[in-house]
């Protein structure tokens, strides 16, 4: 049996929907699918979760964004009328988007979430209508029938263990299952959502629950290039990359798959295939566990902007008993996560997401910095960058550091932070964000031309 999923692009309007059936169709053993909310369909349009958020904060300001609210419906009116599916569809997705903002409305604990999930929901219900229509037997799961349960964490749901037994029973279902992506329940039954992107998340767990063959990632690309494709025109494709590799480079910036969806599919060996819904012949990007035969040691260049260095000096820190320790014990009592943290001798960096230290908060922690650490210097850089280069084989070959610093020197571009870190697989750069794409194109010329 193969986890089918398929990200906002593939399910953006009625056209997309009816390459969907086609896919989900054409092979008996695609049972069990997994959407997305509708995406953009070009370039310059909104996706549907965005709507739903802009219209939640429109009822938390007590000012109900009625222009918004119109063009949801719209979206699913459109994919109900062009598919001729019944009325009493639109009906559904309409009364469930209702019944979601009365929830905000009346201030409830998770609502935003609830409405936040209305995407995903409704276009489960049409796609599982369109396939009935079609003549093939097919149901609508939520997740909470389906058993995704999950644990409520300030960056989005984590799932609970449990839940992988609870899907394993969907196995005795015989016609094509649709479960909405994105979001799980409580098991005090309060819808939670995962992290932005998170039907990838969601179609993992499905796949490693009911064991499946293969999970099936359909996007809007013929695979994972080797970079980010908004930097160089038609990148190499990569047929194959192993989990570790995917994770560090979706964690780093290749937004294509989302770096949390890995684990559970790893954990459970699940082969995971990135595949294009609109070419779905092309072979896509195999993950496995195994080591694929290459000839070249680094295979993917990630990167991602609005990082933020934390730069602290003290003479003797190296000394000092629990000097890193203190540091970041302010951070996590001023509620800040960090994402890096080299250390030299007399001194560290924290890299942090830009968005973790608004200007309030940096005055409190630089403050307890000086105060409590005494500190010599405490420097805050904005506008950073990380590029990060990965690759299994990166660990045994002699001359990767030295190829990618010729790379940011013939590209004028001053390395402002470099971190092997503990991971055998990747090696990370800071830089300033000006420079972000001139780098990554002439590390691109190094390792792949
Ligand atoms: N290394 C990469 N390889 C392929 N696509 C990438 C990469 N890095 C970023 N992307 C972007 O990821 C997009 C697909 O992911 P996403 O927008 O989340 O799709 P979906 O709509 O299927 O959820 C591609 O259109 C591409 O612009
Ligand atoms: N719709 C949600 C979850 C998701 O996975 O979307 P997409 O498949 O478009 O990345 C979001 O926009 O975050």
């Given amino acids: 049996m193969k986890v089918v999923k398929f990200g906002g692009s593939s399910v953006a309007d009625a056209g997309q929907l009816q390459k969907v059936k086609n896919i989900v169709t054409s092979e008996d053993n695609r049972r069990v699918v997994v959407v997305s909310a509708p995406g953009k369909r070009y370039s310059g349009d909104q996706k549907v979760t965005d709507l739903l958020i802009k219209l939640g904060e429109s009822i938390q300001h007590d000012q109900v964004d009625h222009e918004v609210y119109k063009m949801i419906v719209d979206r699913f009116q459109s994919m109900v009328d062009e598919l001729n599916l019944p009325l009493n569809v639109l009906e559904e997705v309409r009364k469930r988007l209702e019944y979601s903002m009365e929830q905000v409305q009346k201030k409830e604990a998770k609502a935003i979430d ?44 984590l799932v609970l263990e449990e839940s992988f037994d609870q899907l394993y029973r969907l196995r005795e279902r015989r016609e094509i299952l649709v479960i909405p992506g994105f979001f799980g329940y409580t098991p005090e039954g309060t819808l939670v959502t995962f992290s932005r992107g998170g039907s990838d998340i969601t179609g993992s767990i499905v796949a490693a629950g009911l064991q499946a063959e293969l999970y099936e990632n359909f996007t809007d690309v013929d695979s994972v290039y080797c970079v980010n494709p908004m930097y160089v025109d038609r990148p190499k494709e990569l047929t194959s990359l192993t989990y570790r590799e995917m994770r560090e480079l979706s964690y780093a910036g290749f937004s294509v798959f989302h770096d949390e969806a890995l684990i559970p599919a790893f954990k459970a060996k699940i082969p995971v295939c990135i595949k294009n819904t609109n070419n779905p012949s092309a072979p896509g990007t195999m993950i496995t566990a195994d080591l694929p035969d290459r000839d070249s040691h680094v295979v993917g260049i990630a990167s991602d902007k609005g990082f933020l260095n934390l730069y602290v000096s003290k003479y003797l820190m190296n000394r000092e008993l629990g000097f890193g320790r203190k540091l970041l014990q302010i951070l996590e009592d001023e509620g ?10 007399d001194d560290m960096s924290v890299v942090l997401r830009d968005h973790q230290l608004p200007p309030e908060k940096e005055e409190v922690v630089v403050g307890r910095i000086k105060e409590e650490l005494k500190v010599d210097t405490v420097i805050i850089e904005r506008d950073m960058a990380m590029i990060m280069i990965v690759g299994e084989g990166m660990n045994q070959t002699i001359g990767i550091a030295s190829q990618a610093a010729c790379a ?42």
């Fill in 114 to 157: 609830s409405l936040k999930s209305c995407g995903e929901d409704g276009t489960a219900l049409i796609l599982s209508a369109y396939l009935r229509q079609e003549g093939y037997d097919s149901s609508y799961v939520n997740p909470k029938e389906a058993g995704i349960l999950v644990r409520d964490e300030p960056g989005g749901a």
């Fill in 408 to 449: 940011f020197r013939e590209a004028d571009v001053n390395i402002e932070m470099i971190n092997q870190g503990s991971s055998e697989v990747s090696m990370m750069f800071g830089v300033k964000t000006e420079g972000l794409a001139d780098a990554v194109q002439s590390l691109y010329r190094t390792f792949f031309e």
């Fill in 336 to 345: 800040v996560s960090f994402e890096h943290a080299p250390s030299g001798i």
